[in-house]
């Protein structure tokens, strides 16, 4: 058998690289040289093959897919989506039931939370989407090189009317705020957390607002239906609340008050307290009750009706 040997160890010189000019002679001149500009290039990808299955064959194969594999399947669909993927999406793409789908998300980002993984994975604006750690933020932030999206006190203050009040008109905002707000509507326009619904039907017609799914992605909110309400607000422990007026301060970070609000364990201690609110209450509504009567009868007592005259005798 033979072999090839290192010319440096039989005592030859390195091999110099290929100079400019043996390169062009090589490929039949420089770069920019009108015989080879004129050589119409090959086509050198190659064609694609036999068109996608159809869906009920994905249906068919994605059912014999193991949960390990549709976990790393997820994994890479949401790796490159760019926006929060919906099951219904997630289904048409892979084949995979939804059942099996919502499953193995909740799966997925239980098990990233218990790891204090860099990555989460959060239910957002209607979707599934990989998040970066919130304790992690201020380095994403420096590694990106871009600044923290913050909002003004006037700016949080609209925006709440907005989402708890939609869909609702300026002068509707402007009656509680008890100031001019088109030029910060303007600018939640611009940023795309507000949108244009429409017109309500009164004089004047007035522009009705309401939240966008990017004010969803804003503040990491699965849905409307996740904003917490006042009650629950009320019900904070001391400490999230000074978190939470802190946050909403003219330099606070928006982000920082959503994550208070969402504690996680705030979810258990409300259910555990809830049967006494809502006795409580109850016992509120029986007293109101109670002392609307007794306003009545008071109110008998202290004005009775007057007499009523007898009616004229016929003649």
């Known amino acids: 058998m033979s072999t090839v040997s290192n010319p440096q160890e039989q005592g030859h010189p390195p091999l110099e690289p290929f100079s400019d000019s043996e390169i062009a002679s090589a490929v039949g001149g420089p770069p920019g040289d009108p015989e080879v500009e004129e050589i119409e290039p090959?086509?050198?990808?190659?064609r694609a093959g036999d068109q996608e299955a159809p869906f009920e064959k994905l249906v068919q194969r994605s059912a014999r897919l193991t949960p390990e594999k549709v976990k790393r399947v997820l994994q890479s669909l949401l790796l490159v989506a760019d926006k929060p993927v919906s099951i219904d999406a997630l289904h048409q793409s892979t084949g995979i039931a939804k059942k099996s789908l919502k499953e193995a998300l909740e799966?997925?980002?239980?098990?990233?939370?218990?790891?204090?993984?860099?990555?989460?994975?959060e239910e957002v604006s209607g979707g599934w989407q990989?998040?970066?750690?919130?304790?992690?933020?201020?380095?994403?932030?420096?590694?990106?090189?871009?600044?923290?999206q913050r909002l003004t006190r006037a700016a949080v203050e609209t925006l709440a009317i907005i989402a708890y009040r939609?869909?609702?008109?300026?002068?509707?905002?402007e009656e509680i705020r008890s100031v001019d707000s088109a030029a910060?509507?303007?600018a939640l326009l611009d940023r795309r957390l507000v949108k244009i619904l429409?017109?309500?039907?009164?004089?004047?017609?007035?522009i009705l607002y309401g939240t966008t799914k990017e004010f969803l992605e804003f503040f990491a909110l699965k849905d409307l239906a996740s904003l917490p309400t006042l009650r629950e607000f009320q019900e904070l422990t001391k400490e999230h609340q000074e978190i939470v007026e802190k946050e909403t301060a003219p330099t606070a970070r928006v982000e920082g008050t959503v994550a208070a609000l969402a504690d996680p364990h705030f979810r258990e201690r409300l259910d555990e307290t809830t049967q006494d609110a809502d006795r409580a209450l109850q016992e509120l509504e029986g007293a109101i009750a109670a002392a609307d009567e007794r306003s009545k009868a008071a109110s008998q007592l202290l004005n009775p009706p007057l007499p009523s005259e007898p009616d004229p005798k016929p003649d």
């Open 42 to 46: 090959a086509n050198i990808d190659e």
């Open 107 to 121: 799966r997925m980002a239980l098990e990233l939370r218990e790891a204090e993984s860099g990555i989460v994975l």
């Open 130 to 148: 990989f998040r970066t750690d919130v304790e992690s933020a201020e380095y994403v932030r420096r590694f990106l090189q871009v600044k923290p």
């Open 166 to 173: 939609q869909p609702v008109t300026r002068p509707e905002i």
């Open 184 to 186: 910060v509507l303007k």
């Open 198 to 206: 429409g017109k309500k039907e009164e004089v004047g017609r007035p």
